[in-house]
C-alpha cells in the first residue's frame, strides 16, 4: 500500500468500476436487504426509476471510501460523510475521486465525489484521515526491524 | 397515503430508542463483501469502513423498512440521502459487536421534487469493552400531499 504525504491540493487517484448486476445481488444479500428495486428490473420499471436496477446507496459509499483505501490504512479514517446526489444504476461505470482540501499535523480531509455511467455527480462527501503512523525501525538490540514488523497487517489479496 | 401532521411525528418519534442488537462479520463474509465492493486490498482482519453502517443497520434490531411504517410512508420511495460515521477503532472480522441507537430527528422540507420529510437516528457500535463507531444516517421519504 502506497502511504503518502496528503498535502492540500493532492489528488488522489480515481476508482472506476462497471456496476455489475452480479455485485448488487451479492450486496443484498449480504446485509440481507429485501427492496427488489436493487435486484429487480421489472420493480424498478414499475416504481417508475427506469429499466435497470439500482445499486445500493452503501455500495456506493463503500466505492467513495475505495479512493481513500488505495492510499491509506483503513484503521486512519477517523470519520467520512457522503450525501446522495443521484441514482446508480446496474451497468453503469462509476468513477469516483478525491482531492486533500486541508493538512495538519493532526489530519487531513480529503472531499470526495463520484459520478455515474452518463457523468452525473451522485454522491459528495468528505473523509478525515490521520497522519501515517511512524515506522519501527528498531526495536530491540538484536537487529533492525523487517518488514513484516513494520507493517501492522497483511494485505489481503483477493487473487 | 396519507402524510401525518409533522408535530405529531415529532413528538411520537424524536428520542425514540431502537431495540439494538449485535452483530459479528466471519471471515469468509468479509471477504465476498470486500469483492462485492472492489475493495483495494484491506489488511487481513479488518473491515471496510463501510462495515461500520453494514453492520449497525444489521444490528439496530429493526428492519430497514421500520422508519417507513414509524412515519406511514411507502418503503419502496424510501431513499439515503446522506451520512456521517466516525470511526475510532477500526472493525475486525470474527468479532461480535453491539449496537444501540435512537430517532435523533424528523424534519419537512419541500424540495425540487416536492413535500420530503427527513428521519434522522443515530447508531452506535460497542466492542466488549468501548465504543468503536458511531454514525447517524438520514432517510429521506417523498410525500405525495402535505397534510
Known sequence: MTDLSLHVGFELPTFRVTVEPAYLNVFSLLVADPNPLHFDAAAVARAGLGDKPLSQGTLNIAYALNVVLAVVDAARITKFTCRFLGRVYAHDEVVAGGIVTEATSDEATIALWMDNGDGERVLTGTAIVEPAPRPVLSRTAQGPATEAETSPHDPLRRE | ?147
Open chain 2, 1 to 147: 397515503m396519507s402524510t401525518p401532521d409533522l408535530e405529531l411525528l415529532r413528538a411520537k418519534l424524536v428520542g425514540m430508542p431502537l431495540p439494538g442488537g449485535s452483530f459479528e462479520v466471519p471471515a469468509y463474509r468479509a471477504w465476498i463483501s470486500h469483492a462485492a465492493m472492489n475493495s483495494p486490498p484491506i489488511p487481513a482482519g479488518t473491515l471496510h469502513p463501510v462495515w461500520i453502517l453494514l453492520g449497525s443497520l444489521q444490528g439496530m434490531g429493526v428492519p430497514m423498512d421500520y422508519f417507513a411504517h414509524l412515519v406511514a410512508a411507502d418503503p419502496s420511495t424510501a431513499v439515503l440521502g446522506e451520512i456521517t460515521v466516525e470511526q475510532y477503532r477500526v472493525l475486525e472480522d470474527s468479532r461480535t459487536y453491539s449496537v444501540v441507537g435512537r430517532i435523533s430527528n424528523v424534519e419537512r422540507r419541500r424540495g425540487r421534487r416536492g413535500m420530503l420529510d427527513f428521519l434522522d437516528f443515530q447508531l452506535e457500535v460497542f466492542d466488549a469493552e468501548q465504543r468503536v463507531a458511531s454514525s447517524t444516517q438520514t432517510f429521506i421519504f417523498p410525500r405525495q400531499d402535505t397534510a
